[in-house]
């Protein structure tokens, strides 16, 4: 089992609204460069997605629920079927969207209990609360050629030292995905 952070990123190592969606004033940077960079399976999860389980926050749950059910491309055929586990202290429903069900306890727990590989999209909080307990295996950032100078950073001041391997790096439209996986403690 493998714990898989994938993430839409700057330059400068931000995170926030990279579709605009939460209408900050530098919203939507990411969909600025086009379609190619962005749609369909670009973080190459590919089997991981079909034998995973996602791991998504409410928020960006929220968003989901209302994007992906009313699509019918093969990406999001895969992405309505995958189990999807949702942490939030205030949903009480999440029936709206195919296979999802809200984490019962802890976010740390349920991952360490998990045996299938954890997809976590978006969900910057669920994702700074699993680095702290350093339950995170491997990143695949999406880094596109912006500089926000403000926003949410992936990774938390004053969190854990880490040592990554970049595994691979390629150009995907404007942008570049690369792998990084933790290195052997």
Not at 66 to 93: E, Q
């Amino acid at each position: 089992m493998s714990v898989i952070v994938i993430e839409f990123i700057t330059l400068d190592g931000f995170v926030s609204d990279p579709d605009g969606s939460a209408g900050t004033p530098t919203g939507g940077w990411a969909f600025q460069h086009g379609p190619e960079a962005v749609a369909g399976d670009k973080f190459r999860l590919g089997g991981t997605l079909d034998d995973g389980v996602l791991l998504l926050g409410r928020t960006t749950w929220q968003l989901f629920s209302r994007i992906w059910p009313g699509r019918d491309d093969p990406f999001a055929a895969r992405m309505n079927a995958v189990p999807k586990l949702v942490v939030s202290r205030t949903l009480t429903d999440t029936s709206t969207w195919t296979n999802s069900r809200l984490v019962d306890g802890s976010v740390s727990d349920a991952v360490r209990n998990e045996k299938r590989d954890v997809i976590i999209t978006g969900s910057l909080s669920v994702v700074h609360a699993l680095i702290v307990e350093e339950l995170i295996d491997e990143y695949r950032l999406l880094t596109f050629p912006t500089i926000l100078g403000t926003g949410r950073r992936l990774f938390p001041d004053h969190g854990p030292h880490t040592d990554l391997e970049c595994v691979s790096a390629e150009r995907s439209g404007a942008a570049v995905l690369a792998r990084y996986r933790r290195t052997a403690r």
